[in-house]
């Protein structure tokens, strides 16, 4: 049965009717309109639903939307700010970090969190970090480096 379920969504307030054992994921994308949450696995191992909650990661296909009630959500979508794209969207964009960009949104969501938690990791850290995001092209190397350019410029230096 639908109830209203209000949580903040990139920012602003939100209030959706939906059942609240409904996949978060779906209703970020059908009901808010956001699709750059992209359904990968659907089992929360690929990474590409990969939304932050309170600032923490989460699989959004893994979670229901009645869980997300009250908590504080950001999708690919709610990064960009006034125009411009987060560093870590400039940074996977500039380090050609994307080849079918499928994985990206998730990508981008995970190390946001990463950065979040250690402004200054070292490779092995953002390998560690990022090793359950699965990119079926290969651009490992290249997310690697747009992390740590990214990290660089979030803390002031040069691109």
Same mark, same amino acid.
């Given at each position: 049965?639908?109830? !209203?379920?209000?949580?903040?969504? *990139?920012?602003? @307030? ?18 808010? &309109? ?5 359904? &990968?696995?659907?089992m929360g191992f690929c990474g590409s639903c990969t939304v932050l909650i309170d600032n923490e990661p989460v699989r959004s296909c893994s979670m229901t939307v009645g869980e997300a009630k009250g908590k504080k959500?950001?999708?690919?979508? &709610? ?5 411009? $794209?987060? @560093? $870590?969207? !400039? ?9 079918? &960009? ?7 969501? *995970?190390?946001?969190? $990463? ?5 200054? @990791? ?38």
């Amino acid at each position: 049965m639908e109830e !209203k379920i209000t949580f903040n969504l *990139n920012g602003k @307030p939100v209030s959706v009717m939906a059942d609240p054992t409904e996949s978060l994921l779906w209703v970020i994308r059908d009901k808010c &309109g956001l699709t750059g949450t992209k359904f &990968g696995c659907g089992m929360g191992f690929c990474g590409s639903c990969t939304v932050l909650i309170d600032n923490e990661p989460v699989r959004s296909c893994s979670m229901t939307v009645g869980e997300a009630k009250g908590k504080k959500i950001v999708t690919i979508e &709610g990064l960009a700010k006034n125009g411009k $794209l987060h @560093p $870590l969207q !400039k940074a996977f964009v500039e380090n050609d970090a994307l080849q079918c &960009g499928f994985c990206t949104p998730g990508m981008i969501m *995970n190390a946001t969190g $990463l950065l979040m938690k250690n402004p200054s @990791p070292t490779t092995l850290q953002i390998k560690e970090g990022m090793e359950d995001n699965l990119c079926r092209c290969g651009a490992h190397v290249r997310i690697i480096d747009a992390v740590h350019a990214a990290a660089k410029e979030m803390k002031g230096g040069k691109k």
